[in-house]
């Protein structure tokens, strides 16, 4: 029984895990890594078609984006996730691929012109639809037997609509473990989403760790503060411009827009003009709406009791046309602007940035967490005067505004009081899905609180038995070496060198072999380099 981490280790993005077990094989979300080109940084260190089942916690991109690579590339198995969270996906992956769609032919047609090959789309439209027939929707609290003895069962994370923990029981030659991927937590308090529950029992604990080292804010009204920026701004002749993420923060910034309205909180303009530009977002707020409606919280039930529409009010206008997006830019009303992605690393917002960053009298408001190497982290950061927007250096003259306390993720203490809530403690916690930095922090804070805990590295694997490594892992491959092998070779021959990377992997993990076992391998490996080198 082992566990190998594939992704979000040392890192926020790309979430993918992997439990061996028997003969099988089984991913635990498949997430696109942001932050990075497409090309080394999306590869998997596997190959897809030796997975026999995945498991997805929730919808966000970073835990579910490469769905359909894998498929692409050969998995032919069950993926388990909650109902909404398969609802949310069909919309999430469609969108996906129109991104890559997209940007493979925006960078092809400058290729083209420099005479460089090509470059294909990551995935297609059609290979997000092969995604679809193999979802297999479940319910909440439900035991699920995923064959051979072997189940799982989602617990609400309270993170966003259809979020869970996947609680795992695998019996392997009669020793039975349980493990569980907590996914990301969701922090209380959060408007549409119900509270995180918590789990009592647990062998082997893998979660994540996004605000590990931070807290919340928990003091800072949103509403006020985000009615404030809208008074402030229009006033000034403004926009207010909102990157968000298109399921998750956008409903949450329409229920508060909602509510600023109906107390009339921006006093000089009560009538203000919400544009949501984003045809993802809108496609997911209107599920919000209509078939998630019964996965919605207390609050927002309520209000859909009493009439109100608590994601719709006066002056929303919806933008779906991409030609209509851009005639925005024209239109001088100060206006609110909505549009993703939320890390501002693809999709129409990187338009409205290059027409508003300059501007000294419009103001920018994050929402969610930025990763680094995103748009979104180096304007957060501050310390860039200026970005490169479509080949273009645009200067950053607006105000930037970051509503962290906005995060559906918990803080440390969130964490702390998640962790808290098994009855014993867990043999083993491995902390993933934070920042290196942090990841190892949390983990130090754990293993002085009598922990055995481990931020692992990225291909590692443990064995579930002992909690000891099998194999060590490597650091990630940084930003700027994925960028120079890119520049510099042919997508053919950057095959092989991650051919090449691979054996090496491999090679690693068949430390301790038999001898016949590891002369053989070795046999084979100078016979393969005989015949190639020339
Ligand atoms: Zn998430
Ligand atoms: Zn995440």
Same mark, same amino acid.
């Not at 804010?217 to 985000?226: G, T």
């Given at each position: 029984m082992?566990?190998s981490?594939?992704?979000?280790a040392?890192?926020?993005?790309g #979430?993918? %895990?992997?439990?061996?077990?028997?003969?099988?094989?089984?991913?635990?979300?498949?997430?696109?890594?942001?932050?990075?080109?497409?090309?080394?940084?999306?590869?998997?260190?596997?190959?897809?078609?030796?997975?026999d089942?995945v498991?997805?916690?929730?919808?966000?991109?970073?835990?579910?984006?490469?769905?359909?690579?894998?498929?692409?590339q050969?998995?032919? $198995?069950?993926?388990?996730?909650t109902?909404p969270?398969?609802?949310?996906?069909?919309?999430?992956?469609?969108?996906s691929? %129109?991104?890559?769609e997209?940007?493979?032919?925006?960078?092809?047609?400058?290729?083209?012109?420099?005479?460089?090959?090509?470059?294909?789309?990551?995935?297609?439209?059609?290979?997000?639809?092969?995604v679809?027939?193999?979802?297999?929707p479940?319910?909440?609290?439900?035991?699920?037997?995923?064959?051979?003895?072997? #189940?799982?069962?989602f617990?609400?994370?309270? %993170?966003?609509?259809?979020s869970?923990?996947?609680e795992?029981?695998?019996?392997?030659?009669?020793?039975?473990r349980?493990?569980?991927f907590? /996914?990301d937590?969701g922090?209380p308090?959060?408007?549409?989403?119900? &509270?995180?529950?918590?789990?009592?029992?647990?062998?082997?604990?893998?979660?994540?760790?996004?605000?590990?080292?931070?807290s919340h804010?928990?003091?800072?009204?949103?509403?006020?503060?985000?009615a !404030?920026?809208?008074?402030?701004t229009?006033?000034?002749?403004?926009?207010?411009?909102?990157?968000?993420?298109?399921i998750?923060?956008?409903?949450?910034?329409l229920?508060?827009?909602?509510?600023?309205?109906?107390?009339?909180?921006?006093? #000089?303009?009560?009538?203000?003009?919400v544009?949501?530009?984003?045809?993802?977002?809108?496609?997911?707020?209107?599920?919000?709406? $209509?078939d998630?409606?019964?996965?919605?919280?207390?609050?927002a039930?309520?209000l859909?009791?009493?009439?109100?529409?608590?994601?719709?009010?006066?002056?929303l206008?919806?933008?779906?046309?991409a030609?209509?997006?851009?005639?925005?830019?024209?239109?001088?009303?100060p206006?609110?602007l909505?549009?993703?992605? /939320?890390?501002?690393?693809a999709?129409?917002?990187?338009?409205?940035l290059?027409h508003?960053?300059?501007?000294?009298e419009?103001?920018?408001?994050?929402?969610?967490?930025?990763?680094?190497?995103?748009?979104g982290?180096?304007?957060? &950061?501050?310390?860039? #005067?200026?970005?490169?927007?479509?080949?273009e250096?645009?200067?950053?003259?607006?105000r930037?505004? !970051?509503?962290?306390?906005?995060?559906?993720?918990?803080?440390k203490e969130? +964490?702390?009081?998640?962790?808290?809530?098994?009855?014993?403690?867990?043999?083993?916690?491995?902390v993933?899905?934070?920042?290196?930095?942090?990841c190892?922090?949390?983990?130090?804070?754990?293993?002085?609180?009598?922990?055995?805990?481990v931020?692992?590295k990225y291909t590692?694997i443990?064995?579930?038995?002992?909690?000891e490594?099998?194999?060590?892992?490597?650091d +990630?491959?940084?930003?700027?070496?994925?960028?120079? +092998?890119e520049?510099?070779?042919?997508?053919?021959?950057?095959?092989l060198?991650?051919?090449?990377m691979?054996?090496i992997?491999?090679?690693?993990? !068949?430390? /301790?072999?038999?001898?016949k076992d590891?002369a053989?391998?070795?046999?084979?490996?100078?016979?393969?380099?005989?015949?190639?080198?020339?």
């Open positions: 082992k566990l981490f594939y992704g979000a040392r890192e926020v993005t #979430s993918c %895990h992997c439990i061996e077990t028997g003969d099988k094989r089984i991913l635990v979300d498949c997430g696109m890594q942001q932050g990075v080109s497409n090309g080394f940084g999306q590869t998997f260190p596997f190959h897809p078609g030796e997975i089942i498991v997805v916690t929730h919808a966000h991109i970073d835990h579910s984006g490469r769905l359909p690579l894998l498929v692409k050969g998995f032919k $198995g069950s993926i388990y996730a109902g969270t398969c609802k949310l996906l069909e919309i999430m992956l469609r969108d691929a %129109h991104i890559q997209l940007e493979a032919l925006w960078s092809g047609r400058k290729k083209k012109r420099s005479g460089d090959p090509v470059t294909q789309p990551l995935y297609t439209m059609a290979d997000a639809e092969q679809f027939p193999l979802l297999i479940c319910a909440y609290d439900k035991m699920i037997d995923i064959g051979e003895g072997r #189940s799982i069962r617990t609400d994370a309270g %993170h966003l609509l259809g869970a923990y996947v795992m029981w695998l019996t392997e030659d009669g020793t039975q349980k493990v569980v907590s /996914g937590i922090s308090g959060h408007p549409l989403i119900r &509270d995180p529950e918590y789990i009592k029992e647990a062998d082997i604990v893998v979660m994540e760790s996004t605000y590990g080292d931070r804010a928990y003091s800072f009204d949103i509403v006020k503060e985000l !404030n920026v809208i008074e402030t229009l006033t000034k002749g403004g926009n207010v411009v909102c990157p968000s993420f298109a998750g923060r956008t409903q949450d910034l229920y508060h827009i909602r509510e600023i309205k109906e107390r009339g909180l921006v006093r #000089s303009c009560p009538d203000f003009l544009y949501l530009d984003s045809p993802l977002a809108t496609a997911a707020t209107k599920l919000y709406s $209509g998630l409606m019964d996965y919605l919280d207390e609050e039930t309520a859909i009791r009493s009439g109100i529409q608590p994601l719709s009010f006066d002056g206008r919806i933008v779906e046309r030609g209509d997006s851009k005639k925005l830019n024209d239109d001088r009303t206006k609110v909505i549009s993703s992605s /939320g890390m501002c690393d999709g129409r917002i990187r338009h409205h290059k508003n960053l300059w501007r000294q419009c103001a920018v408001v994050f929402t969610g967490f930025q990763a680094l190497g995103t748009l982290r180096i304007i957060v &950061d501050g310390l860039e #005067s200026s970005v490169s927007l479509f080949g250096e645009i200067a950053v003259r607006c930037i505004h !970051n509503f962290r306390s906005m995060s559906s993720h918990a803080d969130g +964490l702390q009081k998640w962790l808290d809530a098994f009855e014993r403690k867990p043999e083993c916690v491995f993933v899905h934070g920042e290196d930095e942090t190892r922090t949390f983990a130090l804070r754990l293993i002085e609180q009598g922990y055995k805990a931020a692992p590692s443990y064995d579930l038995l002992t909690c490594p099998v194999f060590e892992g490597r +990630l491959l940084r930003r700027s070496d994925i960028e120079r +092998l520049r510099r070779e042919s997508p053919v021959f950057q095959r060198m991650l051919a090449g691979r054996l992997e491999v090679i690693s993990r !068949n430390k /301790g072999g038999t001898n590891l053989k391998f070795a046999d084979q490996i100078d016979a393969l380099s005989s015949k190639w080198d020339r």
